[in-house]
């Protein structure tokens, strides 16, 4: 239960096993649609976020990124890194956790995992923008790049538009032949691919998510095909991109934040001012999605503050009646508020007398 965010000094913690248990209570896919549902909320209400650009240290193998925003009444912030070549070391490519804050005190509220629903909020925002972007017909999509956000990606994209048919490609094969197997009895009917080509064959919807901190070509112009939406989630950072530049001469691009994208996304490799249309105004009903089934649609994902705020929101709404989260003893709590150092004196005098 929640009682303990009563208490002025604990801060309710979701470790990882609570929050792998809270998304199994819940069911992935049922926690997907409700995530994407608070996401498109904090989308619709765009104007009453404080936005920047997240702040990001780069280092030759990575980035460390600080990604804050406030509604005015909440406030919230990620911790996230961006290292390709960890997985060779066991570890993960993309780690995280955040906080969740009362604007009124500043006091957090939470303080939560972030790697796991990193890909669950990464994988919800796609299929949002899905939603007004994919073709009338949806059922193929091709995803390349197999690795840990693949199967969310995957998943997100049948709760929330039905797509199951997929047809995977990665440079590791053993990735591939992972994905399609944590997939299994899902619904999907899968084909593994044996080259990027090959993939995109009969595709409605091409997701890239691949890891490699350059300017890649995981898809070139001729593997796009009329009335194709890409979900380009893997370019994320200056200098890591996926796709020809050529494809995204010939698309309608839809972003995020444009002041971040313009620095992190696809169209790191167009002019500054290179007109490109913004998500929040489809979804709040000012702009048109896609306008027909000829036209080729990308959604160039880098990930926004407001989509982990809105994963932060909803977990904390959920956790409400649930008994995952430990109290953490986070915050100094002075019997008077002013007397910060008598109770480190009195601390001090309680170890010496036990
Ligand atoms: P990961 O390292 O677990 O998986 C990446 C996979 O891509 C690996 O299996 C690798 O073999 C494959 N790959 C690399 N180069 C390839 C190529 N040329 N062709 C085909 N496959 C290739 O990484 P992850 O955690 O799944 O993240 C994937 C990407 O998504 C990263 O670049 C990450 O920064 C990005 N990401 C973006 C967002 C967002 O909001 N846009 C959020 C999370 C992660």
Redesign the pocket.
Known sequence: MLASTNTLNIVPFISVENMMNLVLDIGVETFLKELAAYIEEDFARWEHFDKTPRVAAHSPDGVIELMPTSDGALYGFKYVN?H?KN?RSGR???TAFGVLSDVDTGYPLLLSEMTIL??LR?AA?SAVAAKHLVPSRHKTMTI???????EFQALAFKAILGVDRLRL????PA?TARCARNLEGRGFEIVACHS?HESVEGADIITT????KQN?T?LTDNMVGSGVHINA??G??PG?TELHRDILLRSRIFVEYPEQTRIEGEIQQLPGDYPVEQLWQVIAGRAKGRADDREVTLFD???FATEDFSALRYVRDKLVGRNVHQPLDLLADPDEPRDLYGMLLRHGQKRTTA
């Open positions: 961006g390709p997985t993960q490519t993309v990193t890909a990464t925002t390349i790049g197999n690795g840990a956000q693949s490609y990665d440079i590791d990735a990027g998510v691949t890891a490699d890649a995981i989630v893997g994320d950072c890591k994902s880098v990930g």
